[in-house]
Protein backbone atom coordinates (compact mmCIF):
# COMPACT_ATOMS: atom_id res chain seq x y z
CA UNK A 1 0.00 0.00 0.00
CA UNK A 2 1.58 3.37 -1.07
CA UNK A 3 0.17 6.88 -0.44
CA UNK A 4 -0.05 9.92 -2.40
CA UNK A 5 0.62 12.93 -0.11
CA UNK A 6 -0.14 15.76 -1.90
CA UNK A 7 1.04 19.65 -0.61
CA UNK A 8 -0.19 22.92 -1.88
CA UNK A 9 1.16 25.78 0.64
CA UNK A 10 4.73 27.00 0.41
CA UNK A 11 6.45 25.59 3.73
CA UNK A 12 7.16 29.06 4.23
CA UNK A 13 3.53 30.15 4.96
CA UNK A 14 2.30 26.71 6.70
CA UNK A 15 3.34 23.43 8.10
CA UNK A 16 2.09 21.21 5.74
CA UNK A 17 5.08 20.36 4.19
CA UNK A 18 6.56 19.32 7.57
CA UNK A 19 3.69 17.52 8.44
CA UNK A 20 3.54 15.54 5.20
CA UNK A 21 7.32 14.82 5.01
CA UNK A 22 6.74 13.49 8.95
CA UNK A 23 3.98 10.85 7.89
CA UNK A 24 5.55 9.17 5.11
CA UNK A 25 6.36 5.84 5.15
CA UNK A 26 8.63 3.61 2.54
CA UNK A 27 7.32 3.91 -0.94
CA UNK A 28 5.07 6.97 -0.54
CA UNK A 29 5.30 9.74 -3.22
CA UNK A 30 5.07 13.62 -2.21
CA UNK A 31 3.94 15.47 -4.67
CA UNK A 32 4.35 19.64 -4.66
CA UNK A 33 1.20 21.54 -6.25
CA UNK A 34 0.46 25.16 -6.45
CA UNK A 35 2.37 27.11 -3.91
CA UNK A 36 3.56 23.70 -2.24
CA UNK A 37 5.91 23.75 -5.87
CA UNK A 38 8.90 26.12 -3.68
CA UNK A 39 9.46 23.33 -1.47
CA UNK A 40 11.28 22.22 -4.37
CA UNK A 41 13.90 24.78 -5.29
CA UNK A 42 17.78 24.03 -4.88
CA UNK A 43 19.40 25.79 -2.12
CA UNK A 44 16.03 27.08 -0.06
CA UNK A 45 15.35 26.30 3.40
CA UNK A 46 12.78 23.70 2.43
CA UNK A 47 14.52 21.53 0.27
CA UNK A 48 16.40 19.60 2.81
CA UNK A 49 13.36 17.96 3.86
CA UNK A 50 13.15 16.03 0.25
CA UNK A 51 16.29 14.77 1.08
CA UNK A 52 15.45 10.57 0.68
CA UNK A 53 11.94 10.91 -0.40
CA UNK A 54 9.82 10.02 -4.05
CA UNK A 55 9.02 13.99 -5.30
CA UNK A 56 7.15 15.03 -8.09
CA UNK A 57 6.08 18.50 -8.89
CA UNK A 58 3.43 19.95 -11.20
CA UNK A 59 5.50 21.90 -13.87
CA UNK A 60 2.29 24.47 -14.34
CA UNK A 61 2.76 25.85 -11.08
CA UNK A 62 6.12 25.81 -11.76
CA UNK A 63 6.16 28.29 -14.70
CA UNK A 64 3.73 29.87 -13.38
CA UNK A 65 5.71 30.95 -10.60
CA UNK A 66 8.94 31.24 -12.71
CA UNK A 67 10.67 28.94 -11.41
CA UNK A 68 12.57 27.20 -14.28
CA UNK A 69 12.85 23.10 -14.20
CA UNK A 70 17.07 23.91 -13.60
CA UNK A 71 16.19 25.52 -10.51
CA UNK A 72 15.01 22.17 -8.81
CA UNK A 73 16.51 20.00 -6.08
CA UNK A 74 17.93 16.77 -8.05
CA UNK A 75 16.03 13.91 -8.74
CA UNK A 76 12.36 16.22 -8.31
CA UNK A 77 9.86 14.67 -11.61
CA UNK A 78 8.01 17.46 -13.21
CA UNK A 79 4.92 16.16 -14.30
CA UNK A 80 1.66 17.91 -15.83
CA UNK A 81 -1.77 17.44 -14.30
CA UNK A 82 -2.08 14.17 -16.76
CA UNK A 83 0.82 12.64 -14.74
CA UNK A 84 -0.98 13.92 -11.70
CA UNK A 85 -3.80 11.20 -12.19
CA UNK A 86 -1.02 9.06 -13.16
CA UNK A 87 0.06 9.24 -9.50
CA UNK A 88 -3.45 9.04 -8.22
CA UNK A 89 -3.39 5.83 -10.07
CA UNK A 90 -0.25 4.15 -9.27
CA UNK A 91 -0.84 5.25 -5.61
CA UNK A 92 -3.36 3.59 -3.38
CA UNK A 93 -4.57 6.67 -1.85
CA UNK A 94 -4.05 10.19 -1.72
CA UNK A 95 -3.58 12.52 1.53
CA UNK A 96 -3.98 16.26 0.99
CA UNK A 97 -1.90 18.03 3.70
CA UNK A 98 -4.11 21.49 3.86
CA UNK B 1 -10.22 4.19 -12.25
CA UNK B 2 -13.26 5.90 -10.84
CA UNK B 3 -12.77 9.24 -9.15
CA UNK B 4 -14.53 11.41 -6.45
CA UNK B 5 -13.32 14.73 -6.36
CA UNK B 6 -13.60 16.95 -2.96
CA UNK B 7 -13.21 20.59 -3.77
CA UNK B 8 -13.09 22.74 -0.01
CA UNK B 9 -12.48 26.34 -1.62
CA UNK B 10 -14.22 29.06 -3.81
CA UNK B 11 -13.44 30.68 -7.06
CA UNK B 12 -10.64 33.33 -7.51
CA UNK B 13 -9.91 33.12 -3.41
CA UNK B 14 -7.67 30.08 -3.57
CA UNK B 15 -6.32 28.06 -6.62
CA UNK B 16 -7.82 24.51 -5.48
CA UNK B 17 -10.93 24.76 -7.73
CA UNK B 18 -9.27 25.82 -10.50
CA UNK B 19 -6.47 22.49 -9.74
CA UNK B 20 -9.59 20.44 -9.34
CA UNK B 21 -10.93 21.73 -12.60
CA UNK B 22 -7.57 20.81 -14.16
CA UNK B 23 -7.04 17.45 -12.73
CA UNK B 24 -10.71 16.24 -13.56
CA UNK B 25 -10.35 17.30 -17.14
CA UNK B 26 -6.70 15.68 -17.65
CA UNK B 27 -8.68 12.53 -15.66
CA UNK B 28 -11.56 12.37 -18.46
CA UNK B 29 -9.31 12.91 -21.14
CA UNK B 30 -7.37 9.95 -20.19
CA UNK B 31 -10.69 8.04 -20.16
CA UNK B 32 -11.06 7.27 -15.99
CA UNK B 33 -14.58 7.88 -15.03
CA UNK B 34 -15.41 10.76 -12.67
CA UNK B 35 -18.03 9.55 -10.21
CA UNK B 36 -18.97 12.85 -8.66
CA UNK B 37 -17.37 16.31 -8.14
CA UNK B 38 -18.31 17.36 -4.59
CA UNK B 39 -18.06 21.03 -3.46
CA UNK B 40 -17.76 21.69 0.71
CA UNK B 41 -17.17 24.72 2.78
CA UNK B 42 -16.27 27.69 0.54
CA UNK B 43 -16.42 25.63 -2.12
CA UNK B 44 -20.30 25.78 -2.97
CA UNK B 45 -19.32 29.40 -4.51
CA UNK B 46 -17.85 27.77 -7.18
CA UNK B 47 -21.93 27.12 -8.29
CA UNK B 48 -23.21 30.43 -7.81
CA UNK B 49 -24.36 31.65 -11.58
CA UNK B 50 -24.04 35.14 -10.75
CA UNK B 51 -19.93 35.48 -11.32
CA UNK B 52 -19.03 38.36 -14.01
CA UNK B 53 -15.27 37.33 -13.69
CA UNK B 54 -13.15 39.69 -16.29
CA UNK B 55 -13.00 39.05 -19.65
CA UNK B 56 -8.96 38.54 -20.14
CA UNK B 57 -9.06 35.67 -16.97
CA UNK B 58 -10.65 32.52 -16.80
CA UNK B 59 -14.17 31.64 -15.83
CA UNK B 60 -14.24 29.34 -13.33
CA UNK B 61 -17.85 28.72 -12.63
CA UNK B 62 -18.76 29.01 -16.34
CA UNK B 63 -15.88 26.37 -16.99
CA UNK B 64 -16.93 24.09 -14.04
CA UNK B 65 -20.83 24.12 -15.94
CA UNK B 66 -19.03 23.34 -19.29
CA UNK B 67 -17.21 20.58 -18.02
CA UNK B 68 -20.10 19.16 -16.47
CA UNK B 69 -22.38 19.51 -19.67
CA UNK B 70 -19.57 17.75 -21.81
CA UNK B 71 -19.13 14.72 -19.66
CA UNK B 72 -21.99 14.62 -18.13
CA UNK B 73 -20.37 14.80 -14.79
CA UNK B 74 -22.16 15.05 -11.25
CA UNK B 75 -21.52 18.41 -9.68
CA UNK B 76 -22.77 18.17 -6.08
CA UNK B 77 -23.14 21.34 -3.72
CA UNK B 78 -23.63 20.47 -0.16
CA UNK B 79 -26.66 21.81 1.42
CA UNK B 80 -25.34 22.55 4.78
CA UNK B 81 -22.49 24.60 3.30
CA UNK B 82 -24.45 26.36 0.69
CA UNK B 83 -27.30 27.27 3.18
CA UNK B 84 -24.79 28.99 5.02
CA UNK B 85 -23.13 30.79 2.18
CA UNK B 86 -25.99 31.61 0.12
CA UNK B 87 -26.52 29.36 -2.69
CA UNK B 88 -30.00 28.92 -3.30
CA UNK B 89 -31.81 26.75 -5.58
CA UNK B 90 -35.40 26.10 -6.78
CA UNK B 91 -35.76 23.76 -3.81
CA UNK B 92 -34.38 25.67 -1.24
CA UNK B 93 -35.97 29.27 -2.17
CA UNK B 94 -39.06 27.45 -1.64
CA UNK B 95 -38.14 25.45 1.63
CA UNK B 96 -36.10 28.62 3.20
CA UNK B 97 -38.21 31.41 1.89
CA UNK B 98 -35.82 33.39 -0.58
CA UNK B 99 -37.24 35.39 -3.35
CA UNK B 100 -34.21 34.53 -5.54
CA UNK B 101 -32.15 31.49 -6.90
CA UNK B 102 -28.55 31.61 -8.13
CA UNK B 103 -27.45 28.14 -8.68
CA UNK B 104 -24.95 27.93 -11.53
CA UNK B 105 -25.97 25.28 -14.86
CA UNK B 106 -24.63 21.75 -14.17
CA UNK B 107 -24.66 21.62 -10.15
CA UNK B 108 -27.26 20.00 -7.93
CA UNK B 109 -27.52 21.15 -4.05
CA UNK B 110 -27.53 17.63 -2.07
CA UNK B 111 -26.83 16.58 1.42
CA UNK B 112 -23.20 15.47 2.57
CA UNK B 113 -23.98 11.58 2.16
CA UNK B 114 -23.14 11.88 -1.47
CA UNK B 115 -19.75 12.88 -0.58
CA UNK B 116 -19.41 9.93 1.90
CA UNK B 117 -20.93 7.80 -1.50
CA UNK B 118 -18.40 8.77 -3.36
CA UNK B 119 -15.90 7.77 -0.93
CA UNK B 120 -17.48 4.52 -0.66
CA UNK B 121 -18.12 3.81 -4.70
CA UNK B 122 -15.11 5.15 -6.20
CA UNK B 123 -11.90 3.99 -6.31
CA UNK B 124 -9.83 7.30 -5.09
CA UNK B 125 -10.99 10.46 -3.36
CA UNK B 126 -8.46 13.36 -4.10
CA UNK B 127 -9.53 16.62 -1.63
CA UNK B 128 -8.49 20.25 -3.48
CA UNK B 129 -8.60 22.47 -0.61
CA UNK B 130 -6.38 25.26 1.21
CA UNK C 1 -14.24 -9.11 0.26
CA UNK C 2 -15.79 -6.60 2.58
CA UNK C 3 -17.54 -3.72 0.98
CA UNK C 4 -16.74 -2.13 4.39
CA UNK C 5 -13.83 0.78 3.63
CA UNK C 6 -11.42 2.19 6.09
CA UNK C 7 -12.78 5.72 6.42
CA UNK C 8 -10.66 8.28 8.17
CA UNK C 9 -11.44 12.14 8.94
CA UNK C 10 -8.16 14.14 9.13
CA UNK C 11 -8.37 17.22 11.53
CA UNK C 12 -5.29 19.29 11.58
CA UNK C 13 -7.02 23.22 12.42
CA UNK C 14 -7.92 24.89 15.31
CA UNK C 15 -11.49 25.37 16.26
CA UNK C 16 -13.06 28.39 15.56
CA UNK C 17 -10.68 30.40 13.60
CA UNK C 18 -12.38 28.54 10.64
CA UNK C 19 -14.83 26.02 9.83
CA UNK C 20 -13.13 23.05 8.99
CA UNK C 21 -13.23 22.01 12.24
CA UNK C 22 -16.96 22.01 12.66
CA UNK C 23 -18.02 21.19 8.72
CA UNK C 24 -16.00 18.41 9.60
CA UNK C 25 -17.73 16.98 12.29
CA UNK C 26 -21.11 17.27 10.50
CA UNK C 27 -19.41 15.34 7.57
CA UNK C 28 -18.42 12.41 10.35
CA UNK C 29 -21.76 12.68 11.93
CA UNK C 30 -23.63 11.91 8.72
CA UNK C 31 -21.06 9.41 7.54
CA UNK C 32 -21.98 7.28 10.83
CA UNK C 33 -24.98 6.11 8.78
CA UNK C 34 -23.25 4.87 6.45
CA UNK C 35 -21.76 1.80 8.71
CA UNK C 36 -18.22 2.22 7.42
CA UNK C 37 -15.04 1.64 9.55
CA UNK C 38 -14.53 5.09 11.02
CA UNK C 39 -11.75 6.69 12.67
CA UNK C 40 -10.51 10.22 13.43
CA UNK C 41 -6.97 11.71 13.35
CA UNK C 42 -5.85 14.84 15.08
CA UNK C 43 -3.10 16.20 14.07
CA UNK C 44 -1.01 19.90 14.28
CA UNK C 45 -3.57 22.22 15.39
CA UNK C 46 -6.34 19.78 15.09
CA UNK C 47 -5.77 18.52 19.11
CA UNK C 48 -7.02 22.00 19.77
CA UNK C 49 -10.29 20.62 18.53
CA UNK C 50 -10.78 18.15 21.52
CA UNK C 51 -10.03 20.62 24.59
CA UNK C 52 -11.82 21.13 27.66
CA UNK C 53 -13.53 24.38 28.79
CA UNK C 54 -14.42 25.76 25.50
CA UNK C 55 -16.56 29.14 26.50
CA UNK C 56 -17.61 30.66 22.56
CA UNK C 57 -20.08 33.33 24.52
CA UNK C 58 -17.61 35.88 23.99
CA UNK C 59 -17.08 35.81 20.55
CA UNK C 60 -21.15 34.64 19.91
CA UNK C 61 -20.11 31.27 17.95
CA UNK C 62 -21.58 27.71 18.41
CA UNK C 63 -19.62 26.21 20.72
CA UNK C 64 -20.07 22.71 19.09
CA UNK C 65 -17.15 20.86 21.54
CA UNK C 66 -19.63 18.90 22.84
CA UNK C 67 -20.47 17.70 19.46
CA UNK C 68 -17.15 15.47 20.20
CA UNK C 69 -18.49 13.54 23.51
CA UNK C 70 -21.33 12.13 21.55
CA UNK C 71 -18.97 10.56 19.03
CA UNK C 72 -19.63 7.10 20.98
CA UNK C 73 -23.36 7.03 20.56
CA UNK C 74 -22.69 7.08 16.72
CA UNK C 75 -20.29 3.99 16.97
CA UNK C 76 -17.29 6.73 16.07
CA UNK C 77 -15.00 5.52 18.79
CA UNK C 78 -11.48 5.20 17.38
CA UNK C 79 -10.21 8.64 17.75
CA UNK C 80 -6.15 9.05 16.95
CA UNK C 81 -4.39 12.09 18.87
CA UNK C 82 -1.16 12.52 17.89
CA UNK C 83 1.38 12.46 20.91
CA UNK C 84 4.20 14.92 19.24
CA UNK C 85 1.26 17.68 18.08
CA UNK C 86 -0.21 17.58 21.56
CA UNK C 87 3.67 17.71 23.35
CA UNK C 88 3.97 20.72 20.76
CA UNK C 89 1.37 22.56 21.93
CA UNK C 90 2.55 22.37 25.61
CA UNK C 91 -1.21 19.86 25.95
CA UNK C 92 -1.65 16.82 27.73
CA UNK C 93 -4.56 13.90 27.25
CA UNK C 94 -5.86 15.86 30.44
CA UNK C 95 -6.06 18.75 28.61
CA UNK C 96 -8.85 17.19 26.11
CA UNK C 97 -12.11 15.83 26.67
CA UNK C 98 -12.74 12.44 28.17
CA UNK C 99 -14.12 11.14 25.06
CA UNK C 100 -15.88 7.05 25.41
CA UNK C 101 -18.15 4.42 24.01
CA UNK C 102 -20.09 1.72 25.20
CA UNK C 103 -18.80 -1.50 24.31
CA UNK C 104 -22.30 -3.50 23.79
CA UNK C 105 -20.19 -6.53 23.04
CA UNK C 106 -19.01 -6.09 26.59
CA UNK C 107 -21.59 -5.84 28.67
CA UNK C 108 -22.00 -2.04 27.83
CA UNK C 109 -18.57 -1.03 29.02
CA UNK C 110 -17.17 2.30 29.05
CA UNK C 111 -14.15 2.31 27.07
CA UNK C 112 -11.80 5.22 26.09
CA UNK C 113 -12.37 6.70 22.76
CA UNK C 114 -9.23 8.39 22.11
CA UNK C 115 -6.06 6.14 21.37
CA UNK C 116 -2.77 8.62 21.54
CA UNK C 117 0.00 7.76 19.17
CA UNK C 118 3.26 9.21 18.15
CA UNK C 119 3.94 10.42 15.02
CA UNK C 120 5.46 7.54 13.59
CA UNK C 121 2.65 4.90 14.54
CA UNK C 122 0.23 7.79 13.31
CA UNK C 123 1.74 7.09 9.92
CA UNK C 124 1.02 3.69 9.99
CA UNK C 125 -2.41 4.19 11.12
CA UNK C 126 -2.76 6.76 7.88
CA UNK C 127 -1.26 4.03 5.54
CA UNK C 128 -3.72 1.45 6.35
CA UNK C 129 -7.13 3.38 5.28
CA UNK C 130 -8.62 3.49 2.21
CA UNK C 131 -10.06 6.96 1.99
CA UNK C 132 -8.83 10.13 3.69
CA UNK C 133 -11.14 13.30 4.16
CA UNK C 134 -9.20 16.58 4.48
CA UNK C 135 -10.64 19.67 5.47
Redesign the interface.
Given at each position: MSMLHIVNKSPYERNSLAAAVGHMTDGDTLLLIEDGVYAAVKGAAAAGSLEGKTVSVLGADLAARGIGVDKLVDGVSVVDYGGFVDLVEATDKSQSWL | ?K?TI?V?EGPYQH??SD?AY??T???L??G?EIFRVFF??DGVNNGTRLTTPPQDDRNVVKRWSELAAEHDLDLVICV??AQRRGIVDDGEAERNGKDATNIAPGFRIS???Q???G??QSD??????? | MSDIKKFMYVNRRAPYGTIYAWESLEVVLIGAAFEQDVSLAFIDDGVYQLTKGQDTSGIDMKNFSPTYSALGDYEVNKIYVEKESLEERGLTLDDLQHLVWEDEDDDWAEKDSIRLVSRAEMADVLAEQDILFNF
Open positions: - | MLQNQSTHFKAAEKHYHAAGLGLIEGIRLVVFGD | -
